[in-house]
């Protein structure tokens, strides 16, 4: 069965630093994948995508993610951390592909301090 | 255009009842998927519905059950509700096909207590 994996339920990050939250995934066949964010009492909401093509994707709000096909991972990571990025943050990947069902990943709390 | 549309927002039930929840997707989004968050649990896979027919269901009992109308509204059913039933429960829409391309827009979700 597909899963996914993100190492460290928190991580916390000084603004303007580097964020780096973790997501692995178990499977001999690329899947799709998905980091999607949610702040607090809201729905999910895309940051980006890997489908096929480019490793390197990049998504909105200064996040990008590269897909290592050799590691099975997928990252996610922002040069500089902003205030309003403290949101929960979550891996997800689709074998179907599509994004209509999805294995998530337990999601990461992003803390920033000022 | 207007995003995808959960009602209610919040919802108290007790134990044993049933409660129905809602889902309108975006305009012209064939495809709706819906999920249960819960902190011990996570984000969890329920089922989809597209052309008023279940496509995929995750794991989980009977009864979990949902439903699509020909506008692609949904609705999903819980039945004799249970203190583990307490949940944001999400809805997406997207369009359907085999694009891969298709994304899913999440609403803003319907949170459950049961008492």
């Known amino acids: 069965a597909q899963s996914v994996t993100q190492l460290g339920s928190h991580v916390s990050v000084s603004e303007g630093a580097l964020v780096l939250l973790r997501c692995n995934y178990s499977?001999?066949?690329?899947?799709?994948l998905f980091w999607y964010v949610q702040y607090p009492n809201q729905g999910l909401q895309l940051l980006l995508k890997?489908?096929?093509?480019?490793?390197l994707v990049k998504g909105i709000n200064g996040f990008e993610a590269e897909f290592k096909k050799s590691e099975t991972s997928f990252h996610l990571t922002k040069p500089s951390a902003h205030m309003s990025d403290a949101a929960e943050y979550f891996c997800?990947?689709?074998?179907?592909?599509?994004?209509?069902?999805?294995?998530f990943g337990s999601g990461t709390q992003l803390t920033v301090l000022p | 255009k207007a995003g995808v549309t959960q009602t209610p927002r919040y919802l108290i039930k007790t134990r044993g009842q049933q409660v129905t929840l809602s889902c309108s997707p975006i305009?012209?989004?064939?495809?709706v998927s819906w999920y249960q968050q819960t902190p011990g649990q996570g984000l969890q896979f329920l089922f989809e519905?597209?052309?008023?027919?279940?496509?995929n269901k995750g794991n989980f009992p009977g009864r979990f059950s949902g439903r699509q109308f020909s506008n692609s509204r949904s609705e999903m059913n819980v039945s004799t509700l249970e203190l583990g039933d307490s949940a944001l429960y999400l809805c997406?829409?997207?369009?359907?096909?085999?694009?891969?391309?298709?994304?899913?827009?999440f609403g803003q979700g319907t949170r459950l207590t049961v008492v």
């Open positions: 997406a829409s997207s369009l359907f096909g085999t694009d891969t391309n298709t994304e899913a827009f």
């Open positions: 499977s001999s066949v690329p899947p799709y």
């Open positions: 890997y489908t096929t093509g480019a490793t």
């Open positions: 997800a990947v689709s074998y179907s592909g599509s994004a209509r069902q999805l294995t």
């Open positions: 305009s012209g989004h064939r495809s």
């Open positions: 519905y597209f052309s008023e027919t279940q496509r």
